[in-house]
């Protein structure tokens, strides 16, 4: 059983202000796998105090000395990719295929990318008589979420490296086991004192503290909606900078072509990829209403093939997070049975044959109205919602009619067409048939968020900008 019980602050290993500690559940065994130190504002106080220290010196380093640095990381990364897989199954349930491939490989390409950026981005230009500069915000409070914990972890802690800003990283409670090796990864790779800490604990304990704090410059979120306006709020007194990643309920459209069978197979597939457990997820299917029982037999055909069980062994899906995650799914999976949505594949309870563990069957409902609240409220595990249109501007109708934007989806072989359906979606990031990109911006409109993360412009939200006038005087006239 692991234990991690202590925070790693201005550059050590250091005992929590007062013990207090948590258990983290194997979801697939409902058994504990480790107990890990709970952290308090006390905590929050040192390491935020630790950031600002190293501030003042980290912000004056050079590109060169910040590339190199992230080199250092990438490399230690590498080393401890099977650590971090292992943690993975344990915290969340990933399958092993999951969790040792996309998972960890997530971070490192987002690693890599901010490498990339860095090497070419330009942080001052001059404009006129004007140097136009960009620099490093400050002291900055990165709460991540648990659903894919390497991504989220470097996608904010790489760029505020790479700009030159210092932080504290709140990893989840759910998933610590993976920030606790991420935090011994920055230590070996010889990140200086002060420059990353993290302190683990819930929400309340070190969350609230930590977007409140009067020497927090800015604050970066992922996770629900709820919190993502609980953290806003409590930061607002501060008047600093918020940015965050929320919630989605993403429209996969569908276009009516001969790719269409396989399209759906696809789209019910990368549903249930990490056990739908992804806000990005493309949760409603779109399809022509005139073909809803040919889209409904392809996932009847598709679902048996997405096996559940051991993520330790050769399984397509393993369980959700927790049980908390487990009852929300089945009320929700109800709730879709009463509201007279037909129910294709799926459905309430374990998979047969499993019973422990947090496994939901992979679902599929057809004949999804959009008011339903199956096809409103971000379910968050296994299960796809089918909607029929009438045509494309009902399906566009349809895809923006929530208050959500996050991520969008359009599959079909006339790419003039798909493109078209693309602009008008209204979501941070809108897919072509399964288009996936390290450079490209990342984050929502509406109710899923504001910011962008992913590429260059996850730098943006971490540097101020600043004018210098008069910095290139006019020339004297002769």
């Known amino acids: ?78 080393r401890r990719a099977d650590d971090l897989g292992a943690a993975l199954i344990e915290e969340m349930g990933a399958p092993s295929a999951l ?13 890599t990318s901010a490498i990339d950026v860095l090497e070419n981005f330009v942080f001052e230009e001059e404009r006129g008589n004007s140097l136009i500069v960009k620099e490093p915000i400050g002291v900055c409070g990165l709460i991540t979420p648990w659903n894919w914990p390497m991504n989220l972890i470097a996608v904010k802690v790489f760029p505020a490296l790479a700009t030159g800003c210092t932080m504290v990283l709140k990893p989840s409670e759910r998933s610590p086991f993976t920030g606790h090796i991420f935090a011994e990864i920055l230590d070996a790779a010889g990140v200086p004192a002060g420059v990353f800490n993290l302190v683990q604990g819930d929400g309340p304990s070190v969350g609230v503290p930590l977007s409140g704090h009067p020497d927090v410059d800015m604050v970066s979120f992922t996770g629900s909606t709820r919190a993502g306006i609980a953290i806003a709020m409590n930061a607002a007194e501060g008047v600093k900078r918020v940015t965050q990643e929320l919630g989605g309920k993403g429209p996969n459209i569908i276009l009516d072509d001969a790719a269409f069978a396989e399209n759906v197979r696809k789209g019910v597939v990368s549903m249930m990829v990490n056990s739908g457990q992804t806000c990005s997820a493309p949760s409603r299917m779109l399809v022509p209403a005139a073909r809803m029982e040919e889209a409904v037999e392809v996932a009847k055909a598709t679902v048996p093939s997405i096996s559940v069980g051991d993520p330790n062994g050769d ?46 069957q992979p679902t599929v ?18 299960v796809l919602t089918i909607l029929g249109y009438d045509n494309l501007d009902h399906a566009i109708e349809i895809a923006n009619d929530t208050e959500y934007g996050l991520a969008a989806f359009v599959a079909g072989e006339d790419l003039a067409t798909a493109r078209s359906v693309a602009r008008r979606i209204r979501a941070g990031s809108v897919a072509i048939n399964d288009g996936f990109d390290f450079a490209a911006p990342f984050g929502g409109y509406k109710k899923s968020g504001n910011g962008r993360e992913w590429g260059e412009f996850g730098f943006e939200d971490y540097l101020e900008v600043k004018g210098i006038l008069g910095y290139t005087p006019a020339p004297v006239a002769e």
Do not use: C, H
């Not at 929050?44 to 640095?69: E, I, M, N, P, Y």
């Not at 969790?99 to 690693?111: H, R, S, T």
């Open 99 to 111: 969790a040792n491939g996309f998972q960890v490989a997530l971070g490192a390409g987002q690693l």
């Open 365 to 382: 409902f057809a004949d999804v109205k959009n008011d339903m609240t199956i096809a409103r409220e971000e379910i968050f595990g296994p």
């Open 1 to 78: 059983m692991r234990e991690y019980l202590k925070f790693y602050i201005g550059g050590e290993w250091v005992e929590p202000a007062q013990k207090s500690t948590f258990d983290v559940v194997n979801p697939a065994t409902e058994e504990i796998a480790g107990t890990v130190a709970s952290g308090s504002a006390a905590d929050v106080d040192r390491a935020v105090a630790a950031a600002r220290k190293a501030f003042g010196t980290w912000s004056q380093t050079s590109v060169v000395d910040r590339v190199l640095l992230l080199q250092r990381i990438l490399t230690e990364y590498q």
């Open 315 to 360: 399984f397509v899906i393993g369980p959700v997070v927790a049980k908390s995650q487990y009852d929300a799914i089945q009320r929700l999976i109800q709730q879709g049975i009463d509201d007279g949505a037909t129910l294709v594949a799926g459905g309430l309870g374990r998979p047969e044959g499993l019973d422990k563990g947090f496994y939901v």
